[in-house]
């Protein structure tokens, strides 16, 4: 059902036509059919004849004007929302009842080349559209559908225990998408191999479907306290350092005013620091 609603000015107009036409309706009395006061200036018109027939005359053209621009108007309003109708819903339809429906509406359909798998839609029928349903277009426009390629499923590879360098290639080749790559230290699997996979080895998937996986980084490192090297004797104490698995990058020497040669009197990291046996540890000894 379509509204219309008018402009104030044509409701005021109508008006205003109302009241003159009651006034020259009753020609007898000062006042209207209706019960209402009339205008002097019509009152004083409908005294003299032949202004009272040029009146007439001239009120029936200014009726008419108005009643063919109210017309007017009123066919623009109709033929404007005429143009615009409401997109239906297409999903789940085959391509001949998308066509009958739409051609009820002056609208054209066009068919993606690219179908899509999809578990809920049978193969052939319409599984998207473009613009959606409820949205108002212009006749003649053209509805974007895809249709579906059916249910065609895809057991889902396991790739635990094995590289994460060869899981997109392995999943491409299943039809599968890679898709989140998260990191975790582990103890029990060998740095950049796949701890495990959502969804799991055996899982049934469409086409397209996506995979994540969770991929080790290694065992935790273990954490040392840093000890105070400083006064001791370099000799005594880089072999220690080494024996423990501990790695000793630049020694530096340094003149140091009262200390003997050979004498530990800077370190990096410093005494007390958290260190593991992957970082490199510098000394500064006295020459």
């Known amino acids: 059902m379509i ?16 009241h003159f036409f009651r006034s020259f309706k009753n020609r007898e009395s000062e006042r209207t059919h209706f019960g209402e006061e009339k205008p002097k ?6 005294r003299k004849k032949w202004l009272w027939r040029i009146a007439m005359s001239i009120f029936l053209i200014v009726s008419l004007i108005f009643v063919t621009s109210f017309t007017a108007y009123i066919t623009m309003v109709l033929t404007i929302r005429g143009e615009e109708v409401e997109v239906p819903d297409l999903e789940g339809l085959n391509t001949t ?3 009958q429906m739409l051609s009820e509406l002056d609208l054209k359909l066009r068919i993606e080349e ?3 798998y999809s578990k809920g839609v049978e193969e052939g029928k319409i599984i998207n559209q473009e613009p959606s349903a409820g949205t108002s277009v212009k006749r003649n426009n053209t509805i974007r559908v895809t249709l579906s390629a059916g249910t ?4 889902v590879p396991s790739l635990i225990g094995q590289s994460a360098r060869n899981a997109s290639s392995i999943f491409a080749s299943k039809g599968l998408n890679l898709s989140t790559v998260a990191q975790v230290h582990c103890d029990y699997v060998v740095t950049n191999n796949i701890i495990a996979q959502e969804p799991p080895p055996g899982a049934e998937l469409i086409r397209g479907s996506r995979v994540d996986i969770l991929v080790s980084l290694g065992s935790t490192e273990k954490l040392y306290v840093m000890p105070d090297l400083i006064g001791k004797d370099y000799e005594r104490v880089a072999p220690r350092i080494t024996g423990a698995g501990f790695r ?3 020694v530096y020497n ?3 005013p009262g200390v003997r040669p050979g004498v ?10 958290s260190v593991s046996k992957t970082d490199i540890i510098n000394l500064w000894i006295s020459e």
């Open 3 to 18: 509204k219309i609603k008018l402009p104030v000015g044509f409701i005021n107009g109508l008006k205003r036509l109302r």
């Open 41 to 46: 200036f019509i009152i004083a018109l409908q």
């Open 97 to 99: 009842g998308a066509v």
């Open 114 to 116: 690219k179908r899509k």
């Open 152 to 155: 065609r499923t895809i057991v």
């Open 248 to 250: 000793i990058g630049n």
């Open 254 to 256: 340094r003149r140091y």
């Open 264 to 273: 530990i009197i800077m370190q990096y990291p410093k005494a007390g620091y």
